[in-house]
């Protein structure tokens, strides 16, 4: 997908930044509105380019900012008609900017009320799944894993790492910690008061084959897994993110979370200790495959750091 950039630079920058993009085999257009940006002060210059071009612009706008602030929006577009680039646009490829990764992680990741809300209601949702043998388990589990935000927390950790971002890798660490405990003590809470209402038994819980399949996974399972983390990091560093809901129900971070709770609120503790193994692995897998996945980006793609 190509995309529209709008940078406002000073209007000191504004001749070199025109003479380096006009001459880029990947930029398709290229206007500028003197004077026409308030804040920061200076000039407005707008570059649709192709995905493979977008970094290179990037890039000058940021060596751009040794003439004063600059700001930078991007955004997808949904077509270009150019007859005269007409190749190029076909043989664009399909890749984010660290910039978008960085932001839209950031702005889905973050602790806020909807950020807890929406993890532990997937908890409490993936919780019934643990006590019901039937094939709606499967359904539930589905929806408590694309409810929940419990991948992007994880996510920033790979993409901090390797741009060494660590303001980034200490929010997704909150993030993380902050989400994933109040998942288990819903999911505790939840189970003590449905088996203290007579809803469910312990006996539930222990004998539920999914159960039983999370806490001893098969090389299948291990597979699926690490499958999702794989192909959820490349969705995020894509941009991608509107296919992320296929990574999500791969993993088995919600449902193995939810189990920890249920198995703390049960007095099962070795069961719970078995589920926080499971959510480790899970864990593992997205922050070690999320590291392969950005270093490659990094170092065949985009070759820079995002801007500050």
Known sequence: MQRAISISVPASATDELLAELEGHDHVIALSVAREASVKPPGDVVTVHALDRGSDAVLAAAERAQRHGPVSVATEELLSIADPEHHDELVRDVDEGLWEEAVTGLGHRGRVTFNFVALIVAGGLIALTGLVTETNQAAVVFVAAAIIAPGFEPIAKIPLALVLRRWALLQRGLRSATIGYLALIAATAIAYMGLRA??????????????????VDPSAIDVLVSAAGALTGMIMEVANRRNMIAGPLIALALIPATALIGAGVGAGELNLALEALMRLALDFALIVCLGVAVVAYKQARVHRRVPME
């Open 197 to 214: 209402a007579g809803v469910i038994t312990e006996g539930q819980l222990v004998a539920n084959s999914e159960v039983r399949r999370l």
